[in-house]
C-alpha cells in the first residue's frame, strides 16, 4: 500500500511511541494550572473565556478510549451522538442515509468536508478535536444547525524528533502509528505521519463473509514555513483508505399480527416477538460482497499574515477527492454499493481578524463547491412483510421463506444513480464582533449571508430486483431490457437558496475567573433536490432553520485548578428536515426528505475539569436534554404500511391492497436524543522510587433510552446503558518509554449504532463488544 513504506521506515528509524506520550510526559512537569486554547470563533482565545458551548477532546483521551476513526468519537463531549449520515448533537441528526448533508459541519484543519463516509477513515496524530454544540450560523454558515466538529492534525515540531506506538488487542487487532519532526531549518519543518489497523472483525462470520473488520490506513505530510516572520504558512497533504467490511446486520425483534385481515387489509393488534442478540437478519448469511473500498485524498492550506499587531490575514484553501468502489451496506434484504463513484471538493476562504482596544472583529469571505463528476450508486432494496402477511411472498419466489410467524423478504426493485455532475455550490459574506462596553461587560454581534446552489445531476433506473449486478450495470437499461421507471435530471434546473444568519450575545465578567454569556444566534441547513421521477411532494425540499437561545457560565476557581462550563439552551426549529420512507406506487419504497417537522430543544450542559494535585486528574460532563417535535402531522408511519411489492402480488391472489399510512408525531421525541448522558474520567500517577509512574486510569459513560425512529415505538426504543473503559499505563524513569495495557467496554454491552423499525421487523448493527490489548511506545 502506498502508506505502508513510510509507516515501516518511521517505525525502524524512530523507536516506538505515541504522540500522546509527549502530552502526558509534559503534563507531569508543567503546573497543575493549565488553560486550553480553542479557535471556535475563528480566533485564538482560552476556553474560559470563550462565550460559546465548545468542548476539546485531546490526543491522549483519544488514545485511552482507543478511538481511531471519527465515527468513534461520539459520546466523548455532551450531546453528541451518531446520524445516519454524520454526527448529532443535541438530538439533531438524520436516521437515514439518504437525507444529503449533515446537520453537524465536520472540519479537518479548518476545511469543511462533505462526506460522511470520511468519518469512517483514520483520525490518527491528531493536536485536538474541538466540538461546538449549537448553530453556527455566522463564522461557520450553512449545514451547522446543529453543531461544528474542528479535526486539528498536528503540527511540526520545531526539533528533530519522532515518535510511535504498536498496540494489539482482541479479536487480532494490530495498530502500528509513527510521526517523525525534520526541522529543515529555523523557519521551515516538516511531519510526516503514518497510521495501519487491521483487525479480524468481532461481528458474524457466514460463510466467506466477515463482517465488522477493519482495514484502515494513511498518511500525512504537513509542513510549515515562516516565510517572514509575519507570514506563515502551514500546508498538509494526505492519503487514506478504508478496507474493511460493513457492520453486521442482526435481528432485534419482528412483528406479526395474529388477528390481521388479508381480504381487508387490516392490521389488527401487534405481537412483538424479541431475539437474541445473536440472530441476524434473514438473508445476511447469502450475502457475498460486504467490502468497504474507499479512497481519500486530501491538500489542506493555511496562509497567515500578521499584518500588524492589531490586523491578521488568513487565507484557507482545500481540496478533497474521495473514491468509492465498494459496498456501503449490507443487511441481507437491502444492499448499497458503489461503483468508480467519485466526490470532489474545494474551497476558499479568507478571515479577517482585527483586535484594537475594545474591537475585536473577524469578518471573511467563502466559496465552496463539491460534485460527483462521476460514477455510479447501486441499490439491491428487497422488501419484508411480516406473518401472516407473509404469506403472500412465499408463493411469489421469496428471498428468505416465512415460516409460522416469522417474517419474509423478497426481491423487489434495483436502484440505479448515474452521476455526471451532481452537487452544490455556496458563497457567503461574514462579520461578527465584539465591542467592550466596560472594563467587564462585552457585547458581540454577528451576520452572515449565503447564497447556494444544488443540483441534481444524474440518471434514475429502476429495476426488477436481483437483476442488476457491477458486470452488468447501465445508466439507463435494464437486463431483460424492462424498466420499471427512468428518469434522466441531468439538464435539470439549479435550484437556489439564500439566507441571512445572525447572533447577538453579551458576556460579563463576575470576577476575574468566571464568565457569564447569553447569546441569541440562528442557523441555515441548505435545501435540496430528489429525482424528479419521485411523487411531486418529494422532488425537492426547502432549507431548515434554527434559533438558538443560550446561557452559560465558565469558570476557573481554585488556583485555576477546576474548570467548570455550564451551558442552558432552548433551540427552536422550522421547517425540520426529517427522512422517512414513503411507498411509491410504482417503484416501491423510496426514502424521501421532508420539510414536515418543528422542533424544540431544551437542555442543560455541566462540563468539569479538577486537578487537586499533580498527580490527580478528574473530568466530566453531564447533560439534560428534551428534546420532541413541537408538530409533525402526516409523517409517514412505516409500522402500518405495506410495501409496494405487497400490493401488487396481494391482489392477484384476491387479498386487498394496503394504502400507505400517516400519523401525527407531535409531542413525540426526537431520535438520538438521551434525556441523560454523563461521563466520567479520573487518573491518578503514582510517582515510583525509580523514577518512573504508573498511572491507573477510569473512563465511565452512561446515557438514557432513546428512540430508533420518530414514532418512539417500542420496537425502536433503545435501552440506555453505560460503558467503561480501564487503562493502566507504566511511564519509565527518562519518559521516552511507557507500556500501557486497556480494556474498553468492560460491561461487555452490546451497544447499538443503528437500529431501524419497519413494519416488519426492526433490525441493528452494534459497536464493539469488549475489548482489551497492550500498546507500547517510546519517543525521543
Not at 217 to 233: C, E, N, Q, S
Not at 300 to 307: D, G, M
Not at 491 to 511: E, H, I, N, P, Q
Request: hydrophobic share 40%.
Amino acid at each position: 500500500m502506498k502508506y505502508s513504506a513510510i509507516l515501516l521506515a518511521s517505525a525502524a528509524l524512530f523507536p516506538l511511541a505515541t504522540p500522546a506520550l509527549a502530552q502526558d510526559a509534559a503534563a507531569a512537569n508543567d503546573p497543575i494550572t493549565t488553560e486550553i486554547v480553542v479557535t471556535a470563533q475563528k480566533s485564538s482565545e482560552k476556553i474560559s473565556k470563550a462565550p460559546i458551548a465548545v468542548s476539546v477532546v485531546s490526543q491522549a483521551a483519544l488514545d485511552r478510549q482507543s478511538i481511531t476513526s471519527a465515527d468513534r468519537l461520539v459520546s466523548t463531549v455532551p450531546s453528541l451522538q451518531l446520524s445516519q449520515n454524520g454526527f448529532a448533537i443535541r438530538g439533531i441528526g438524520s436516521n437515514n442515509a439518504f437525507s444529503g448533508y449533515s446537520t453537524v459541519a465536520t472540519q479537518f484543519d479548518g476545511i469543511y468536508n462533505p462526506s460522511s463516509v470520511a468519518l469512517g477513515l483514520a483520525m490518527f496524530d491528531i493536536g485536538s478535536v474541538e466540538v461546538l454544540r449549537g448553530p453556527q450560523g455566522t463564522v461557520y454558515g450553512r449545514n451547522a444547525t446543529a453543531g461544528v466538529v474542528n479535526i486539528n492534525s498536528a503540527d511540526p515540531g520545531r526539533h528533530f524528533g519522532g515518535s510511535a506506538s504498536l498496540q494489539y488487542g482482541r479479536f487480532n487487532d494490530i495498530r502500528a502509528q509513527a510521526a517523525v519532526d525534520l526541522p529543515v531549518s529555523d523557519t521551515f519543518g516538516l511531519r510526516i505521519a503514518a497510521f495501519r489497523q487491521v483487525n479480524d472483525g468481532y461481528g458474524a462470520q457466514l460463510g466467506t463473509a466477515r463482517f465488522d473488520q477493519t482495514n484502515l490506513g494513511g498518511v500525512r505530510l504537513t509542513a510549515k514555513w515562516a516565510i517572514t516572520p509575519t507570514l506563515i504558512w502551514r500546508v498538509s497533504g494526505s492519503y487514506a483508505e478504508n478496507n474493511g467490511t460493513v457492520p453486521a446486520v442482526y435481528l432485534r425483534n419482528y412483528n406479526y399480527y395474529p388477528q390481521a385481515n388479508l381480504n381487508t387489509g387490516s392490521f389488527g393488534p401487534v405481537t412483538i416477538v424479541p431475539t437474541s442478540f445473536d440472530t441476524v437478519n434473514p438473508g445476511l448469511d447469502q450475502v457475498r460482497n460486504n467490502r468497504i473500498n474507499v479512497k481519500s485524498y486530501d491538500v489542506r492550506s493555511k496562509l497567515i499574515w500578521q499584518a500588524s499587531d492589531s490586523l491578521s490575514l488568513t487565507w484557507l484553501a482545500g481540496y478533497s477527492s474521495l473514491v468509492n468502489n465498494g459496498v456501503a451496506a449490507a443487511s441481507g434484504v437491502f444492499s448499497q454499493e458503489y461503483i468508480n463513484h467519485k466526490t470532489n471538493s474545494w474551497s476558499h476562504e479568507l478571515d479577517v481578524n482585527f483586535q484594537r482596544g475594545p474591537v475585536k472583529l473577524v469578518a471573511g469571505a467563502y466559496i465552496y463547491q463539491d460534485e460527483i463528476p462521476s460514477g455510479q450508486r447501486l441499490l439491491h432494496a428487497g422488501n419484508t412483510a411480516p406473518a401472516p402477511f407473509a404469506s403472500v411472498y412465499n408463493i411469489f419466489g421469496p428471498l428468505v421463506a416465512s415460516t409460522g410467524n416469522q417474517i419474509g423478504t423478497i426481491n423487489a426493485v434495483d436502484v440505479v444513480n448515474t452521476y455526471s455532475g451532481e452537487g452544490s455550490k455556496s458563497r457567503a459574506l461574514f462579520g461578527q464582533g465584539t465591542f467592550s462596553l466596560t472594563e467587564r461587560l462585552r457585547a458581540t454581534a454577528g451576520v452572515r449571508a449565503t447564497w447556494d446552489d444544488v443540483n441534481g445531476r444524474e440518471q434514475q433506473l429502476v429495476c426488477p430486483g436481483a437483476t442488476v449486478t457491477r458486470a452488468n450495470i447501465n445508466a439507463s437499461s435494464c437486463p431483460g431490457g424492462f424498466a420499471i421507471a427512468y428518469t434522466d435530471d441531468r439538464g435539470r434546473a439549479a435550484a437556489s437558496f439564500s439566507k441571512v444568519s445572525w447572533k447577538a450575545g453579551l458576556d460579563y465578567d463576575l470576577t476575574p475567573g468566571v464568565l457569564a454569556y447569553a447569546t441569541v444566534s440562528t442557523g441555515y441547513r441548505g435545501g435540496g433536490l430528489q429525482s424528479s421521477g419521485n411523487p411531486v411532494a418529494y422532488q425537492q425540499y426547502a432549507p431548515e432553520t434554527v434559533t438558538n437561545y443560550e446561557a452559560g457560565l465558565r469558570a476557573k476557581l481554585l488556583g485555576d485548578r477546576l474548570f467548570i462550563g455550564l451551558t442552558g439552551y432552548q433551540m427552536d426549529y422550522q421547517n425540520l428536515q426529517v427522512s422517512s420512507i414513503v411507498v411509491d406506487p410504482v417503484q416501491g419504497p423510496i426514502a424521501v426528505t421532508t420539510n414536515a417537522a418543528k422542533a424544540r430543544i431544551r437542555g442543560v450542559d455541566l462540563e468539569t475539569t479538577y486537578r487537586p494535585t499533580r498527580n490527580d486528574t478528574f473530568s466530566g460532563y453531564l447533560a439534560y436534554m428534551v428534546a420532541e417535535y413541537r408538530s409533525f402531522p402526516g409523517a409517514s408511519d412505516n409500522l402500518h404500511s405495506a410495501d409496494t411489492m405487497y400490493n401488487i402480488f396481494a391482489p392477484i391472489l384476491g387479498y386487498a391492497a394496503i394504502p400507505s399510512a400517516s400519523a401525527d408525531y407531535s409531542g413525540k421525541r426526537l431520535t438520538n436524543a438521551p434525556q441523560f448522558s454523563a461521563r466520567f474520567s479520573y487518573a491518578h500517577a503514582f510517582d515510583l522510587a525509580s523514577g518512573g509512574k504508573i498511572t491507573p486510569s477510569v473512563d465511565f459513560y452512561a446515557q438514557s433510552k432513546t428512540f430508533a425512529s420518530s414514532d418512539n415505538a417500542v420496537q425502536g426504543r433503545i435501552a440506555g446503558y453505560t460503558k467503561t473503559d480501564l487503562n493502566l499505563r507504566y511511564d519509565e524513569p527518562s519518559g521516552h518509554a511507557y507500556i500501557n495495557l486497556f480494556m474498553n467496554n468492560v460491561e461487555d454491552r452490546r451497544i447499538a449504532t443503528t437500529v431501524v423499525p419497519v413494519w416488519s421487523s426492526t433490525t441493528a448493527s452494534y459497536a464493539p463488544p469488549r475489548t482489551y490489548g497492550v500498546r507500547i511506545g517510546f519517543k525521543y
